[in-house]
C-alpha cells in the first residue's frame, strides 16, 4: 500500500465512520499521512483524529480511538496504535503478523482497550430482573475498556443480592436515583450521565435457581451469548449444553483454547523456546492458512470491542471469542506449535509459540470483559 493509497484509504475510514453516524463531522477533502518520525512507531502517521476532534466536539483521543478501531480491520493494515494527544501510528501488513503479535503480548488483557468513549460519564438504567442485571454490569465492564470515565448503574426494582453469586459487583447496582457517588478520578466534574436504559428479554429464573442448576460462569455465559432481544434458553438440566464438558459447549471450547495456549507455552519455555517481544520471527511468512486465520481473528478484536460497546451488545464479544477458538484450534492441529521427536526449536517454533499465547491473552480478555473465569488448567 503505497502512502497515497493509505491517505485515501484513512480519508475513506472517515467517511464511513460519519455515514454510520459515530462521527458528526464534515469529511476533509483529504488526509495527511506521513512517514513515522520515529521508529517502532509504525511506518506511517497521521493527525486526522486532532483535525476533526473540535468539529466531531470529542477529544481528539475519542475520535482516535473510533478511526483505530475502523483501520485495523482494512486489509493491508497489520497494527494501529494510538500515542500523544491523538496521532495515529499505522504498520502496513507484510503478511508476517508479527507486529500485531508484539502487541498482544504488550498490552496484555488490555489488548483491544480503546478510547472511542473518552470522558464520558454513563449511567445503566435496568429493572429488578437477573438478566438485566448481569447484562449492566457486563456493559460496565465494556464501556469501561473503551475510554468511559465513570459507568454507574441503577437498579429501578428491587435488587436480588444473589445477583452477587453471578458475579455483580456492588457498583453496579444502585439503591436510588439520587444516589451520592464518589469522585472517580478522569470523570468530567458537574457532567450529567448519559442514562441507558438496559431491558434484555427477562430469562424467567432467579439468581438462586440459576447457581444452582448451572453454577455461576455457565449461567453467566448462558445469559450474555444471546443478543439482548433473543430468549436465553437455559434448562439446567443434565441436557443443558451448558453443563457439558466437551466441544459442542462453547464456553468449554473457549476456556478450553485459552487453558491448551497456556500449556503450549509452557511446555515450550520447558523446551527452551523463548518468546521475545522484540524478536518473535514472522508467525504467518510460510503462508500457513490457520495462522493467517488466527491473526486475523485477533487483528479483528479490538473492532469487535468497539462496536460491541457503541451498540452496548456483549453478545458481540462471545460470538467473536466463539470464533477466536474455532480459528486457534485450526492453527493448534494444522501448525505444530512444539518440536517434534528430535526436532531442535527453531524461529518457526518460536513464532508459533508466540502466537498462540497471544491468542490465549485476547481470550482471557475477552472473557474477563464478560465476568467470566478463564482457568489456566481445565
Known amino acids: ?20 453516524g459515530e462521527l458528526r463531522v464534515p469529511v476533509p477533502e483529504r488526509v495527511v499521512v506521513k512517514p513515522a518520525s520515529r521508529p517502532g512507531h509504525g511506518d506511517y502517521a497521521t493527525g486526522v483524529a486532532l483535525q476533526l476532534a473540535r468539529p466531531a466536539g470529542l477529544p481528539a483521543l475519542g475520535v482516535a480511538g473510533i478511526l483505530r478501531s475502523r483501520l485495523a480491520a482494512v486489509p493491508g493494515i497489520e497494527l ?53 442485571a448481569v447484562t449492566a454490569d457486563a456493559l460496565r465492564r465494556l464501556l469501561r475498556s473503551q475510554g468511559a470515565a ?18 455483580v459487583i456492588s457498583d453496579t447496582v444502585s439503591a436510588s436515583p439520587g444516589a451520592t457517588r464518589p469522585a ?27 447457581l444452582r442448576t448451572l453454577g455461576a460462569e455457565a449461567a453467566r455465559w448462558g445469559l450474555l ?24 459447549n462453547p464456553l468449554f471450547r473457549i476456556r478450553y483454547a485459552h487453558a491448551r495456549a497456556r500449556a503450549l507455552v509452557r511446555n515450550a519455555a520447558d ?7 522484540g524478536d518473535l520471527g514472522a508467525p504467518g511468512d510460510s ?62 517454533h518460536r513464532a508459533r509459540t508466540a502466537l498462540a499465547e497471544a491468542a490465549g491473552t485476547v481470550l482471557a480478555g475477552g472473557l474477563l470483559l464478560l465476568g467470566i473465569d478463564a482457568p489456566a488448567h481445565l
Open 80 to 132: 494501529v496504535e494510538v500515542s500523544g494527544p491523538g496521532f495515529l501510528n499505522i504498520t502496513l501488513a507484510d503478511g508476517s503478523g508479527a507486529a500485531l503479535v508484539r502487541d498482544v503480548l504488550r498490552c496484555g488483557t488490555d489488548y483491544g482497550r480503546g478510547g472511542a468513549l473518552a470522558g464520558e460519564s454513563i449511567e445503566l438504567v435496568f429493572p429488578g430482573e437477573t438478566r438485566a
Open 225 to 248: 451469548r444471546p443478543a439482548a432481544h433473543d430468549h436465553p434458553r437455559l434448562t439446567g438440566d443434565e441436557h443443558d449444553p451448558l453443563l457439558v464438558q466437551r466441544e459442542s
Open 184 to 210: 472517580t478520578p478522569g470523570a468530567p466534574a458537574g457532567a450529567a450521565p448519559v442514562r441507558l436504559p438496559v431491558r434484555p428479554v427477562p430469562v424467567g429464573a432467579s439468581a438462586a435457581e440459576l
Open 1 to 20: 500500500m503505497t502512502p497515497t493509497q493509505l491517505s485515501q484509504t484513512v480519508l475513506r475510514t472517515v467517511r464511513h465512520a460519519v455515514a454510520d
Open 150 to 167: 465513570l459507568v454507574t448503574g441503577r437498579c429501578t426494582g428491587p435488587a436480588d443480592p444473589d445477583w452477587a453469586g453471578l458475579g
Open 287 to 348: 503462508g500457513e492458512p490457520p495462522a493467517r486465520d488466527l491473526l486475523a481473528a485477533l487483528r479483528a478484536y479490538p473492532a469487535v470491542l468497539d462496536a460491541a460497546a457503541r451498540h452496548r451488545a456483549p453478545d458481540r464479544i462471545a460470538r467473536h471469542l466463539e470464533q477466536l477458538a474455532d480459528a486457534f484450534f485450526r492453527f493448534h492441529d494444522g501448525c505444530p506449535v512444539l518440536p517434534r521427536g528430535d526436532e531442535k526449536p527453531g524461529a518457526a
Open 271 to 277: 523446551l527452551g523456546v523463548e518468546t521475545i517481544p
